[in-house]
């Protein structure tokens, strides 16, 4: 219900956007140059007139066939249309008119190919990177390296996007224990390295997924993941200036999380690949050390013990809810319930309309005995609740639901006002809430 009503806002927003933007459309394009063309198309395609920014597209191809930025535009407006056969050949021509400049066109071409394919275009990308990087002035006494960790093969799921908190030069920057991650003063040389040492390690990130999905059977796919991540570990070998040695915490974000972003993601990687062997004690130690990078500070921020300055009031979490869903998953697989309830509690805070995310937190409580049936009891038939208003596509996990209330026994309005898990959370808030108001009368 609410997500549709949100749908039905956007399309609103869009509808008004396409208006305004089809006024502005140029009544000659054939007088434009090619810049001022390209530059008319992304305004229509702002806008979501596509039609009108594709006839842009083709006036300025032939204008300048094997002008790369307007084949490069015309492949990103391939892509949003649908048409992948029309972005692949936009960019393949991108490629071969500039093969050895512009990693952006192998990072696209990559999303769209498979196998060895794609891994081939990952590393020319980063190999563009690495000497772009290597042209520019590092800061003294940091390596940004430790996010281009040379040719090494790696990647783990997406799962950052959109929570970059600070800029690259920010997150880069070093600092001392006392205060982990000051800002320091940059050139903008320095600057555009860190930012492209980001790049790289999302690109090393992006090669490690493709190992655990179309290459997992290739038999160095976990020989790569293992050794990104130990050259990823903020206390490993490709330490940047600034972050924790091994055994201190690593609770330092936002500042740094551009940093840790790729240890945590190679943890991650390690975690769900150890499960699909059934290695469930390593798996547990992996997915262990990805929560020590965002779980204390952000639990911190959550319950209002957090410095001001130290987190995005908006995005307050640096993982991507989806991300977090998927590490709630795993901590229940390795049993480890407590970590797993403390993550979903946390995403119910941003989100109570998920059938995912109830079910987890039923499934959780029903693995750890009778004593915690009340509470799933609660949480399945919350589940069930918001699928009735917002259906959940995977019907497997919908089955599973079913056969648990079977089990459980139907559900009795009220039970929650002793047992049901909102209230526990209002209760611990309470409690926080007690105990701030406490030492404040202490100190007075």
């Given at each position: 219900m609410g997500k549709n009503k949100t749908l039905a806002r956007r399309?609103?927003?869009?509808?008004?956007?396409?208006?305004?933007?089809?006024?502005?459309?140029?009544?000659?394009?054939?007088?434009?140059?090619?810049?001022?063309?390209?530059?008319?198309?992304?305004?229509?395609?702002?806008?979501?007139?596509?039609?009108?920014?594709?006839?842009?597209?083709?006036?300025?191809?032939?204008?300048?066939?094997?002008?790369?930025?307007a084949l490069e535009t015309s492949?990103?407006?391939?892509?949003?249309?649908?048409?992948?056969?029309?972005?692949?050949h936009c960019l393949g021509r991108a490629?071969?008119?500039?093969?050895?400049?512009?990693?952006e066109k192998y990072m696209s071409m990559a999303q769209l190919m498979e196998g060895r394919e794609a891994l081939q275009c990952y590393h020319k990308g980063i190999e563009i990177l690495t000497r772009k990087m290597s042209s520019l002035p590092a800061e003294e006494g940091g390596d940004e390296g430790a996010m281009a960790v040379g040719q090494d093969k790696a990647r783990s799921?997406?799962?950052?996007?959109?929570?970059?908190?600070?800029?690259?030069?920010?997150?880069?920057?070093?600092?001392?224990?006392?205060?982990?991650?000051?800002?320091?003063?940059?050139?903008?040389?320095?600057k555009e390295r860190a930012g492209v040492a980001r790049q790289v390690s999302t690109a090393h990130c992006s090669v490690a997924e493709l190992f655990m999905t179309d290459l997992c059977d290739e038999e160095e796919a976990e020989e790569v993941c293992r050794r990104l991540h130990h050259k990823g570990h903020p206390g490993g070998p490709h330490q940047p200036r600034g972050l924790p040695a091994h055994g201190e915490p690593l609770c330092v974000w936002p500042p740094c999380w551009s940093v840790l972003a790729f240890y945590f993601s190679l943890a991650w990687t390690l975690a769900s690949f150890l499960l699909v062997k059934q290695e469930v004690e390593e798996a547990k130690q992996y997915i262990g050390k990805s929560l020590e990078v965002w779980l204390?500070?952000?639990?911190?921020?959550?319950?209002?013990?957090?410095?001001p300055g130290t987190f995005d009031p908006v995005e307050v979490c640096p993982v991507a809810f989806g991300t977090r869903l998927s590490t709630a998953r795993i901590l229940i697989e390795v049993e480890d319930h407590a970590s797993a309830l403390e993550v979903l509690e946390g995403l119910l805070e941003e989100d109570d309309e998920v059938v995912d995310l109830w079910y987890l937190m039923g499934w959780s409580n029903y693995l750890q005995g009778e004593e915690q049936h009340e509470a799933a009891q609660y949480c399945l038939h919350r589940a069930l609740q918001v699928h009735a208003e917002v259906p959940c596509e995977d019907a497997q996990l919908v089955e599973h639901l079913k056969e648990l209330m079977e089990e459980l026994g139907p559900y009795t309005e009220g039970e929650e006002s002793e047992n049901g898990i909102e209230e526990e959370l209002d209760d611990i808030s309470e409690e926080d809430e007690d105990e701030e108001a406490d030492d404040t009368m202490d100190t007075s």
């Open positions: 399309q609103r927003r869009r509808a008004a956007a396409t208006g305004q933007r089809g006024k502005a459309a140029p009544a000659d394009p054939e007088s434009l140059s090619v810049a001022e063309l390209l530059a008319a198309a992304q305004e229509e395609m702002d806008g979501f007139q596509y039609e009108a920014a594709q006839a842009l597209c083709r006036t300025a191809l032939v204008k300048e066939p094997d002008n790369v930025a492949a990103g407006l391939c892509l949003e249309v649908g048409n992948l056969d029309g972005a692949r490629i071969t008119v500039q093969p050895e400049s512009g990693h799921p997406a799962m950052l996007e959109g929570n970059e908190n600070l800029s690259p030069a920010e997150a880069e920057a070093g600092g001392s224990k006392a205060s982990p991650c000051p800002k320091a003063p940059q050139t903008p040389q320095q204390p500070h952000y639990k911190a921020v959550r319950e209002g013990k957090a410095d």
